[in-house]
């Protein structure tokens, strides 16, 4: 069974428009949605969870999010990119909302997340940083024995140690195969390492998804002259920087030859170069 | 459901004095003054206070995060009309308890009835304004709370002025005039009653329709 | 076990894998029938892919080097002698590539390489 099944979404806005996307994410896998701000990332996730109306066929955990929504959804852990906690609340009160929400809540989990990330029991929500007020979304989404994680821009705003603290959370999630991910996010370098596919997302169009591992074996960066350049075939380079001192290309390692000796390119500068030249 | 009933219970009385001040000063005001005006304020506390949830869901952001949980639109709804007919219920209570309590002489069938009618007045509020925030945000909205008030403030206040003879006021008896049309105290009230719940029925199917049409 | 992996270095991940792991087997350090980390584990804990892993896993079986049993996950395979004989050999051929290539050039002759290679074999 795929986690995550969609075919066709499509959603149509005055100023700009998303779709159609076809994504799949398989079962015990880790996908990292890339796009710049306005991709169509949050849209794409809101689409997915009927936060907004959308055209297409959406199925999470093998279920049909329209007309299976809430039971589809106690084995999902959401974290948007906005924790939607009433402010005045506390965790303990929260607790005992989400104890009454879930019928998989695992109380115990989720005290140890609290301690874990070391979140006060007992004020009030409004008094979290933005990185507390993450944390605690995440201790919710990991503690009703979720099977699907989707995490909609989850370190923005974070600091590097909490961020590599999530990103080691997340790793660890998927160590049962049976838990798959779904994480956007504009800063790519958190998810480079672990993701096992990348989708890129740019002004509204699926550019590509792919395997991630696939990706980097297929590109690579060359760093040669001008003419060199020139002199390639002409679906070898996908986007080139030329300068005084020499040129350096991100180019198809197939389509260019063998003795060619090429760097291995980031997923976040392999973006970059494709949504440039889109 | 329960978790979302449960939310709106933490939210509502995280601050119990928030709550309880207001009520305990319409009370006591109406004691103190042998006056059933400020008295009437309960019942439209009471119905207003749901708009508060709402608010409270628009400044949280509330909305967009309950629908990553597994409640679907239509419940979200129900629990605040469900919040709000308990609150309804317990302002009533209060309402009709403090009016035995000011006129001793009241009979148990125009208790019933006033009972009904503050009711049906709390619903009748309620009902109006849930879909109107809910469509239209409560910043908007507020307009139309401002005009419902006034307009209930008017008919309240005729309604009280009209409902014993005085020597301010000789001549128009509201109590009068409806026995006049023969309806049994008991069943107008019923009547009342009824007319409140199916439009508050009426209501949120409208909000239902509305919240589902929602985008967040 | 131990593996390292380096980002920078152009090889794939994978490939860096099966390749520690194959000399860790051919040098003995494991041993036959030693089970080797899930690949789900082994991904999770170098925090890559589990496509990667995978994909390493699948090549050190399909060259001989481990085997999978269902349920149960990888294990070292016995030593094929004939195995270790061939790679052997694939390292010897690299070698005396390499050696071909410097002795041309520094106009060092067939002849002066064997003398070489006897004065070795002689300490």
Redesign the interface.
């Known amino acids: 069974m795929n986690a995550i099944e969609i075919k066709g979404l499509k959603k149509v806005y005055d100023s700009y428009s998303l779709g159609p996307v076809d994504l799949t994410l398989p079962q015990g896998c880790i996908m990292g949605l890339i796009g710049e701000n306005g991709a169509g990332k949050s849209t794409s996730i809101k689409a997915m969870l009927g936060m907004i109306s959308s055209e297409g066929s959406i199925r999470l955990l093998g279920k049909d999010i329209r007309s299976e929504a809430a039971s589809v959804k106690q084995d999902i852990g959401v974290v948007p990119d906005e924790i939607g906690l009433p402010e005045m609340l506390n965790v303990k009160q929260v607790e005992k909302i989400m104890k009454d929400t879930f019928t998989n809540w695992d109380s115990a989990q989720f005290a140890d997340y609290i301690k874990r990330f070391d979140l006060p029991e007992k004020k009030a929500f409004k008094t979290f940083s933005k990185g507390m007020k993450m944390k605690l979304g995440i201790a919710i989404a990991l503690s009703h024995h979720a099977k699907l994680l989707i995490l909609d821009e989850p370190t923005s705003g974070l600091d590097p140690l909490v961020r590599d603290e999530i990103v080691g959370i997340l790793n660890d999630f998927t160590r049962d195969e049976n838990h798959s991910i779904l994480i956007s996010s504009h800063i790519v370098s958190d998810l480079e390492k672990i993701c096992d596919y990348i989708a890129f997302l740019h002004k509204g169009r699926l550019m590509l998804c792919e395997e991630k591992d696939r990706l980097l074996e297929q590109y690579g960066i060359l760093h040669t002259t001008k003419d060199v350049l020139e002199g390639l075939a002409e679906d070898a380079v996908i986007g080139k920087r030329i300068s005084e001192y020499g040129a350096e290309a991100i180019v198809r390692r197939d389509r260019v030859p063998a003795s060619f000796d090429t760097q291995p390119v980031t997923i976040e500068e392999l973006f970059v170069i494709m949504a440039k030249e889109a | 459901m329960?978790?979302?009933l449960?939310?709106e219970w933490?939210?509502l009385t995280?601050?119990p004095m928030t709550l309880l001040v207001p009520v305990l000063l319409f009370i006591t005001m109406s004691i103190a003054a042998k006056t059933f005006v400020t008295l009437l304020y309960l019942p439209v506390y009471a119905g207003i206070l749901p708009v508060t949830l709402l608010t409270?869901?628009e400044?949280?952001?509330?909305?967009?995060?309950?629908?990553?949980?597994?409640?679907?639109r239509k419940?979200i709804v129900s629990a605040k009309y469900l919040m709000s007919l308990l609150l309804i219920a317990c302002g009533c209570v209060l309402t009709t308890v403090t009016i035995l309590f000011l006129m001793k002489s009241i009979t148990p069938e125009q208790l019933l009835l006033i009972a009904a009618a503050v009711s049906a007045g709390s619903m009748l509020l309620a009902s109006v304004l849930l879909p109107l925030n809910l469509q239209f945000g409560t910043a908007k909205a507020r307009i139309a709370l401002g005009v419902l008030l006034a307009v209930i403030t008017c008919i309240s206040s005729a309604a009280i002025t009209h409902s014993s003879n005085t020597e301010s006021n000789p001549g128009f008896n509201l109590f009068e005039k409806i026995a006049a049309w023969n309806i049994s105290t008991p069943l107008l009230a019923l009547l009342l009653l009824a007319g409140a719940l199916i439009l508050t029925a009426v209501s949120w199917a409208l909000s239902v329709c509305i919240y589902r049409?929602k985008?967040? | 076990m131990t593996i390292f992996i380096d980002n920078k270095s152009g090889v794939p991940i994978y490939d860096q894998i099966y390749t520690q792991i194959k000399g860790q087997i051919i040098s003995g350090a494991l041993q036959e029938n030693d089970p080797l980390p899930s690949i789900r584990n082994l991904a999770k804990d170098l925090r890559i892919s589990v496509v990667t892993t995978k994909r390493a896993y699948d090549e050190l079986e399909h060259e001989g080097f481990v085997y999978t049993v269902p349920a149960k996950g990888c294990f070292v395979a016995p030593k094929n002698t004939e195995l270790l004989r061939e790679e052997h050999l694939k390292q010897i051929e690299a070698h005396l590539a390499e050696i071909r290539q410097l002795a041309a050039s520094c106009g060092l002759s067939r002849d002066e390489i064997i003398q070489m290679f006897d004065l070795l074999d002689s300490e």
Do not use: E, I
């Open positions: 329960k978790g979302l449960k939310k933490l939210v995280h601050k409270t869901d400044n949280s952001r509330w909305d967009r995060f309950a629908l990553g949980m597994p409640y679907n419940s049409r985008q967040f």
